[in-house]
């Protein structure tokens, strides 16, 4: 975020903004002085996360978004450039993970994971860009990857090979703003374990709440690796994106963001 003494507000898109990471970051750049634009599927889930912006005394609103849909992309941006005139920041949070072992995954899991996941980011990118070049040439990207794009984890083969795609593809596209004399930073946060809705939904997490009799004694079983034997708290992983998107890291782009608890160490 710029400092609040220049007297801009920044202009901040989120998706996934309905729970988890993604809704932990928007009200994290809300809380900072930013005009967030919520962005989700769940259109009355995001509404709920605009309206705590907005009792927080921030400035929230909902837009509905599949992320896998051009025209829904197209449609967000210029409603945002109408209201504001501007996209300083664009943090694509929205993903979903699937465990299956390889010979048991159905093609078509296999390609909803992979179009949430990257193609998602890849259209958010694509858009931010124009966008950012319409008003400029700055701004900051932040893609929401995952420590299992570094290190495989078995079972979950479509996930890690689309966070690990997504770090690949906010390389080249950092390179290539950079090439084009743009000011726009493409930067990664690869998280390890974050207490979302997205794990508690899973089978095997229910399994392992069954086996240790409560959500916190499967997070503790799955958190054994971490470093302080827990996994992250959403809000912890918003803090490593305000600092992405701030002046503080006008000189960061191109690289990935390890919050981990020490998990790929």
């Given amino acids: 975020m710029r400092q609040a003494t220049e007297g801009i507000q920044q202009s901040v898109l989120v998706t996934g903004a309905a729970s988890g990471i993604g809704q932990a970051t928007a009200l994290a750049f809300g809380q900072a002085g930013a005009l967030v634009w919520c962005a989700d599927l769940r259109l009355e889930k995001v509404e709920e ?9 921030g400035t929230g609103h909902a837009i509905q978004l599949d992320v896998t849909a051009e025209t829904d992309w197209e449609k967000a941006v210029e409603a945002i450039f109408q209201a504001s005139g501007r996209l300083d920041v664009l943090v694509n949070s929205a993903g979903i993970s699937h ?7 159905p093609l078509e899991d296999w390609r909803r994971v992979l179009a949430i996941n990257l193609d998602g980011t890849f259209l958010g990118t694509k858009h931010a ?26 079972g979950a083969s479509a996930y890690c090979a689309s966070k690990a795609a997504v770090i690949m593809f906010s390389q080249a596209v950092a390179k290539e703003c950079i090439a084009h004399g743009d000011r726009i ?3 990664c ?3 390890a374990g974050v207490k979302t809705p997205m ?21 503790a079983m ?23 998107a701030s002046d503080a890291a006008k000189y960061v782009t191109g690289t990935e963001l390890v919050v981990d608890g020490g998990f790929t160490a």
């Fill in 129 to 154: 860009v124009r966008a950012m070049r319409q008003a400029g040439g700055s701004g900051a990207i932040i893609n929401i990857s995952s420590a299992s794009g570094l290190k495989a984890a078995p």
């Fill in 185 to 187: 930073r493409v930067n």
């Fill in 49 to 57: 996360t605009a309206r705590h912006i907005a009792t927080s005394g």
């Fill in 99 to 105: 465990a299956a072992p390889i010979a048991e995954m």
């Fill in 222 to 244: 799955l958190a054994k690796d971490a470093l302080e034997g827990r996994f992250a708290e959403a809000a912890e992983i918003a803090q490593a994106a305000l600092y992405l």
């Fill in 199 to 219: 794990w508690e939904s899973m089978p095997f997490f229910q399994e392992l709440v069954t086996q240790s009799g409560s959500v916190a004694g499967a997070y």
């Fill in 189 to 191: 946060i690869c998280p």
